[in-house]
């Protein structure tokens, strides 16, 4: 056999690398978990949008800055626990 014939990645040399090529793209990675009021926002907003949930996540992130720089986070979180959402 070839000596220098490569070895194939394993799953977790594959991610490894998936993982280094999206730093290097400048994207970081944000894991959690979603509360039950989360969760049905989440599936909602799923089913209407077709967003990945990368997609989702980066949108919710610059909708909440775009809410913080025009001071309305306390009203949408006024409105969030009045529908209990």
Known sequence: MNEQAKKPLTNAEKQQRYREKQKHSGRKELRG???????????ELQAKTEWTDSLMLSNAIRLMYAAHKLGQVGLLNSWL?????
């Open 33 to 43: 978990y979603l509360t039950p009021e989360a969760k049905s926002c989440y599936e």
């Open 81 to 85: 626990n009045e529908h209990k959402r």
